[in-house]
């Protein structure tokens, strides 16, 4: 089952490459991941996709992010209330015979047009991942030369409240 991890880490060098680490040495898969500045400084937003056979292995993964030095927090926010989107920028093969039906597809999924040469498009289309694979499906039959997708990037929808310093599990050493 597909599992949104949501992480706030410190903001430094190396952050990265031990949680991803953490994830190969326990055999988890990353279908993606997005990392960025967040809100307050210091702090990095990390989103990741990943596949988890059962509920042990959610919670095992859970308490292993909770472990590392780096991590302020973890949310499972798969089943909240979220917003969740994509960004893919995809170059298709388009030479001015089949511009005008490109433009079609490209029209209802609200994409951009973000380059164009004597051969190809380049558009950009950002949203739920299932609308980013089909507006991929639709562009394959014009020959797809290159992709490249973000990976899901999430927040929980509406206001937060902040929790009582007592309900915060952070540490540090």
Do not use: W
Request: glycine letters at 6%; proline letters at 2%.
């Amino acid at each position: 089952m597909k599992r949104i991890i949501s992480c706030t880490v410190q903001n430094r060098g190396g952050v990265l490459n031990r949680i991803t680490g953490m994830f190969s040495k326990r055999h988890f898969n990353i279908e993606s991941i997005t990392v960025g500045e967040s809100e307050a400084e210091g702090l990095a937003k990390m989103t990741f996709v990943v596949n988890v056979e059962d509920e042990n292995k959610l919670e095992q993964l859970t308490k292993q992010l909770h472990k590392q030095i780096d991590v302020v927090k973890v949310s499972d926010i798969t089943e909240k209330s979220i917003v969740a989107r994509e960004l893919a920028l995809v170059k298709v093969a388009a030479g001015s015979q089949v511009r005008a039906e490109i433009q079609g597809i490209i029209a209802p999924f609200r994409g951009t047009v973000v380059d164009v040469s004597k051969e190809t498009m380049t558009i950009q289309v950002t949203g739920k991942t299932d609308k980013v694979d089909a507006f991929i499906t639709l562009l394959k039959p014009y020959g797809i030369k290159e992709i490249a997708r973000t990976g899901v990037t999430a927040l929980l929808r509406g206001q937060q409240v902040k929790p009582h310093l007592a309900e915060v599990s952070t540490f540090t050493i």
